[in-house]
């Protein structure tokens, strides 16, 4: 079985300060999406990432796919209130249409 | 969110009743998913659907049933609820190697 653990699992910063979540497994993956999900709402697609050492950016966040493809970081900058909500990393292999989810992160932006 | 809806949202249960949650999509993709959420623990699969007529089991499978008789419904049932099942209930539409796209959830409590 292919686990994923998130760290940390709560995080409360102020706004305008920076921070990194992390996802981490023994396993290999052939993909890592990150999702967010708000209170009373299910997870919704940030981001997907396939290679090995792969970076994307949306706006403010920074996603990293580790090199070994075990495990990712998520970095946001000048974090919002906005960016509350639970942090969910989530694995995928090639010919199998299961994702194993991570336990999460939740975030709370202070204003 | 837009694609695949949950009805009922809410649900009191009694234990030993039966009930079906049900999952539309209208994005015509081929597999469906059946998560449940419970703090501290993220989302575990219970069963998935990989085309109209199929069913597998997932992560979590017993006191749960599920069919798939046409391509974009994908129901659960619970036979005889049990407290262990009071749970925030969440369906996910996908194609193979592409994000799934959650609906906002069922809270079911079982007492």
């Known amino acids: 079985t292919q686990l994923l653990e998130q760290s940390p699992q709560f995080l409360s910063i102020q706004e305008g300060e920076n921070l990194t979540v992390y996802c981490n497994s023994s396993?290999?993956?052939?993909?890592l999406q990150w999702y967010r999900q708000e209170p009373g709402e299910g997870p919704v697609l940030l981001v997907t990432v396939v290679t090995g050492g792969e970076v994307k950016k949306l706006k403010r966040l920074t996603f990293q796919f580790g090199d070994a493809r075990k495990d990712s970081s998520l970095h946001i900058t000048a974090a919002q209130p906005g960016d509350t909500g639970l942090y969910l990393c989530?694995?995928?292999?090639?010919?199998?249409?299961?994702?194993?989810f991570g336990t999460g992160t939740r975030l709370t932006i202070i204003p | 969110n837009a694609g695949v809806t949950q009805t009922p949202k809410f649900r009191v249960l009694k234990t030993g009743q039966s009930m079906t949650l049900l999952c539309a999509q209208d994005?015509?993709?081929?597999?469906m998913y059946w998560y449940r959420q419970d703090p501290g623990m993220g989302l575990r699969l219970i069963h998935y659907s990989v085309g109209e007529g199929t069913t597998a089991k997932g992560e979590v499978p017993d006191g749960y049933n599920v069919s798939r008789l046409k391509k974009q419904n994908f129901l659960l049932g619970l036979e005889s609820a049990a407290p262990s099942q009071t749970s925030v209930y969440f369906c996910?539409?996908?194609?193979?190697?592409?994000?799934?796209?959650f609906g906002d959830g069922t809270r079911l409590s079982i007492l």
């Open positions: 996910a539409a996908g194609q193979h190697d592409q994000p799934q796209h």
């Open positions: 994005m015509n993709h081929e597999y």
């Open positions: 989530a694995g995928g292999n090639f010919g199998n249409e299961k994702l194993t």
């Open positions: 396993s290999v993956f052939s993909s």
